[in-house]
Structures are given as structure tokens and as C-alpha cells.
């Protein structure tokens, strides 16, 4: 199929995740994507791994997030390599990075210089807090980006102190929103031939990501968050019954639901908490009262009662139950790529479907500066 993207050329200076996981998505959509990256060692991500876990020399976390693309190498401080990837910016759609502010200055590739360069280039920027502010040169990384905008307080019990999420939350909420930019500048473009400014920054994108609670915030008397203190509450806003239970083999999850309703289903005497305010300010001890009584009963036995109801709740699965559903088998949603040396690697494909087709690619992460020469020779790089 043709994808919405084919012919597109993205140039990826980004590194380490946020920048990274656009590039990815816009690989996905059909973009050739061409990282420019240091001779030998490639980029620093290459060595950020979790698990420890490496695959071809690389870390697995950097196969994660760069398939599918292509892999160019420069010295951006060598004359002869700079002039290079100056002849491919002439060429290009999009180029992307994530250094600090200031950087790009110094290699003379800043918005203006490739502008100069490249009149309808759409220029793309990620930074961890903008690049203005007391925090502009601050390290951008996805911890510091949590501790830093107040979503360490929505998790857990309320004297469980800050909690970070087990995801790097803000870079992958930060690529999408770069993708969002970059084909919001492609349209502009296209209108004006004229180049595009996108700048996305971590801070800015998990601040958006809590945009609901802190709407709430600044408009309930700027009160903190007020976790629960049942270990499965599921939100610090919201009421009864919104949470994880335990029952009598396993776990049950509760979601939004009119709570006699759900009493009822459960024989659970709710009476007291006639007014939906209560189920706010009695939010602890309305739990506690369907807790004691969930915990009589299998979840299967539960959710052969509750889901007739149409009452919102499900079983809780672990990855190896989840990846081995018959529903997650139906998405078709793993695909394996092809190592350099022809091992496969399994991972997941683009969640987007175009005109009913799902979008998979066969091509694993590059090898630092694997296809430099094919790419001098198509972009005439190193002619006169």
C-alpha cells in the first residue's frame, strides 16, 4: 500500500527517546527517516538500555524506538562531513533534534542558518523545558520531568509520598505531540511553501498530559491532589467505586458506574451515600465496604454477575495473560523485524490503521552510519 507519508525525507539529529519515537511514528506512516549520527558510536541512546538487555551491539530499548529507519554518519565538527549533511538538509522535508539551546548555534544548523539552507524545511525542536526560563539548560530527562510537574502526587495511597510512573511518560507523550506538530507544519507548508517552526518541550507535554487535574486544580481552590487511602484507588479525583479490588483468587477492577447500581449487583447496602457528593467525600470507606464484600467471591463469579449489567469492570491480566489473549492475537498487534545479521527481533507495530491496513515494517534499527554511502550517492553528497 502507499503510505500517507512515501517520499517524505525526515532527518533525525534527535536522540535518547522523545525525538526518537516521532521519527519512528513518522517511519511507520511511510517517511524515510535518516538519523545523523556520530561515526562509530552512533548516537548516545544506543547505550541507554533497560534490562540491560543489548541486541547487535545496540540496546534493545534503542531497537525499540529506532526501526525502520536509516542511519548517516557525520562528525558535525569536521568541515567536510558538516558541508555533507548541509547538501542533504537542501534536500530534505523535516529535520528534528534535541540538543540543548545553544548547540545548534554553535554548528551553525539553528532554525535560521537552516532556513538559509532550506526555504521550506520544516524545523523541528525538542527541548526538556523550552528555550527560554531559569530550567532551559536543566538536563531533560523523563524522571526529573515527572518530579518536576506535580504527576508524582496522582499515584498511589496518600501517605505514599511522590510516585513516579513505571514509563518514561513524559519523552513518549512528547514524540506524540511532536508528530502532531510536524504534520500540522507539513499542511501549513503546503499552503505557504514556506518553512515551519515546531517546538515541543517534556515539561510542556506531561503538563498537557495532566491538562484534566490541573484544570481542577486551578479551579477548586487550588487544593493537592487527595489520593486515597486504599492501595487500589485508580484516580485521586475521582469517586466511588474507581478502583482495583481484591477478590477471592484474584483482582477485580471497578470503573465509573452509578454506585446504587453497583451495591445493588453486589448486595452491598449503599444507602447512606444518597448524593453523588458523597461518593466524593466518602470515597475511602464506600471502597472499604465493597472491598470486604469482593473478596467473598472468584472475579470470574463477579463478573459473571456485574458484566450482564452492563456495569464497567474487567479482570486484571499481566503481560503474559494480555499478550496471549485471544483479543490481543485479533489486533494483530506484534510483528518481528530482521536484524543486520539476520536474526529477528519481536516488538510492536505502528497502533495507527490506514484505509483499513495496518502498518508493519519488516526493517530493524540500523547499524551506526550503515547506509552513509547509499546515501551520498542518492543525495549526490559528495560531488562538487
Not at 246 to 258: E, F, I, P
Not at 327 to 341: H, R, S, T, Y
Request: glycine fraction near 8%; proline fraction near 5%.
Amino acid at each position: 500500500m502507499v503510505k500517507p507519508l512515501d517520499g517524505l525525507v525526515v532527518l533525525e539529529f534527535s536522540q535518547f527517546m522523545a525525538g526518537p519515537t516521532a521519527g519512528l511514528r513518522l517511519a511507520d506512516l511511510g517517511a524515510r527517516v535518516i538519523k545523523i549520527e556520530r561515526p562509530v558510536k552512533g548516537e548516545a541512546g544506543r547505550q541507554i538500555a533497560i534490562r540491560n538487555i543489548f541486541v547487535d551491539g545496540s540496546s534493545l530499548v534503542f531497537h525499540t524506538i529506532n526501526r525502520n529507519k536509516e542511519s548517516y554518519a557525520a562528525d558535525l565538527k569536521d568541515p567536510e562531513d558538516l558541508e555533507r549533511v548541509k547538501k542533504l538538509i537542501a534536500q530534505a522535508d523535516v529535520m528534528t533534534h534535541n540538543f540543548r539551546p545553544g548547540v545548534m548555534e554553535k554548528i551553525g544548523l539553528d532554525y535560521q542558518a537552516v532556513q538559509a539552507i532550506n526555504p521550506s524545511i520544516i524545523y523541528g525542536v525538542v527541548t526538556g523545558y523550552g528555550s527560554e526560563g531559569p530550567w532551559a539548560t536543566r538536563p531533560g530527562q523523563d524522571l526529573l520531568i515527572q518530579s518536576l510537574s506535580g504527576l508524582t502526587y496522582l499515584t498511589d495511597t496518600h501517605d505514599a509520598g511522590p510516585v513516579p510512573f513505571g514509563l518514561a511518560v513524559a519523552d513518549i507523550m512528547c514524540g506524540a505531540h511532536f508528530v502532531q506538530g510536524i504534520l500540522a507544519a507539513l499542511i501549513k507548508r503546503n499552503k505557504t511553501k514556506k518553512s515551519v517552526l515546531v517546538e515541543v518541550s517534556l515539561l510542556e507535554s506531561v503538563l498537557d498530559l495532566q491538562f484534566e487535574v490541573i484544570t481542577t486544580h486551578l479551579n477548586d481552590g487550588r487544593k493537592l491532589p487527595q489520593r486515597s487511602k486504599n492501595k487500589g484507588a485508580g484516580h485521586a479525583y475521582l469517586s466511588a467505586p474507581y478502583g482495583i479490588y481484591r477478590t477471592a483468587d484474584a483482582y477485580l477492577v471497578l470503573a465509573m458506574g452509578n454506585l446504587h447500581k453497583i451495591g445493588q449487583a453486589l448486595d452491598v447496602d449503599l444507602s447512606d451515600y444518597a448524593s453523588r457528593e458523597s461518593w466524593f467525600e466518602q470515597r475511602d470507606e464506600i471502597m472499604d465496604k465493597l472491598a470486604l464484600k469482593l473478596e467473598t467471591k472468584t472475579t470470574a463469579e463477579w463478573l459473571a454477575i456485574l458484566e450482564p449489567l452492563d456495569i464497567w469492570c474487567s479482570e486484571i491480566l499481566t503481560y503474559a495473560q494480555s499478550l496471549h489473549h485471544d483479543a490481543f492475537e485479533a489486533m494483530g498487534v506484534k510483528q518481528n523485524v530482521i536484524l543486520p545479521d539476520g536474526q529477528e527481533l519481536s516488538t510492536t507495530r505502528c497502533p495507527i490503521r490506514i484505509d483499513h491496513n495496518r502498518l508493519f515494517s519488516p526493517v530493524a534499527a540500523p547499524r551506526p552510519g550503515q547506509q552513509t554511502e547509499i546515501i551520498n550517492q542518492q543525495f549526490n553528497l559528495t560531488g562538487a
